[in-house]
DNA sequence: GTCTATAGCGGGATAGAC
DNA sequence: GTCTATCCCGCTATAGAC
């Protein structure tokens, strides 16, 4: 259902179908409005997907899978140390919300609209992101450079971004890197840098 | 329309809704849901409001006016320190959110779904919270006990409460508080404590 | 792969009796 | 203030021609 079906026609469909979930929600989003998009009849959506459900478990996937990579690359390509990589990795992450601005903030806003099936199904993809976040997290609490619980540290930080969606203004003039620099700013003040960091640079 | 239209009976519906908009999504919520669940038939739901936006904007305002009562009061009965209100506000916004569970995460979750109109008339309450968030950041700022941008620092704490309602098990061990407490440690560790901060308690 | 046409359902809302 | 009955609409999804 996944890697198989995998038609460029049916990528570039779901694209589109991410940009109008974000914009109107997936409740709200009709499958005419979704046909109109992408310039054919509503009945013509059918033969690329089974039904609605379909489309946005499609988004998600992509979504999710898309941050994942996006973030791994991100870890690759910086330094080594725990600010560095945490830095990295919330920059990646609002890249993901803010610049695409599709697929990825449907993963997270339409998560609970998804049925059991898909859910099931997806939860995997969802669990091994979160649990990268929770690796990062783990190295600045090691590092000192961060205080607190790991799994409320983690959720914490992923709030504050998420939560992001909902005010940021792509016309501002903060970028995604700029937030990241204050987030990570906020809770691991430079004043708090600790030997075991210094060390690793 | 509000405070004049505000009939107990009128009260106890609107507190019924926010728990099934809560739920089930604003959009997923039927009026034939909605009225099984106040044990009348849809068609009497009306004689109440004029339409189904008219149960939304009531349980928004219930649920924003709730909170920033609850908030007021919290600050009224903590100490002065810029720590201690901080905490307060942010147990507060977490009671509201978490053991309520109710008209407050509506306001939060279904916002973008009111009508132009709607949003014109509720949006002086909702700034009227946030403001007071961010006088209380701009405390903690002035103290010493955090650092960034006043208006980042707000959003990112803010986010970072809001989405608990997307993880909270209710049933386990920690409670609101100890999220409050948690947070306000990851943010301004006791480490950082203040010559301006010790001299106030 | 897309079209037209439409089935079939469930939604929000109204009217008038009680 | 609630009921019954119902209108009307727009939605998802299907069928079969091209």
Redesign the interface.
Known sequence: MNAVNESPRRKELTRLAAQLFVQE?F??TTVRMLAQEMGIKSGSLFHHFRDKQEILAAVIEEGTQNALSLARQALENCGDSARERLHAMARAHLETLLTDRNAHVVALYEW??LDAAARDHLSHLRDAYETLWEQVIDEALEAGL????RF??S??????????V??YDPEGA?KPED?AH??V???A?AT?RTAAESTKV
């Open positions: 929600g409740d709200r609970r609209r961060v205080h607190g619980d409320l540290v959720r914490f930080v992923m709030g504050a971004l998420n939560w992001t909902r005010w903060r937030l204050e987030l700013a906020m809770i003040p708090q």
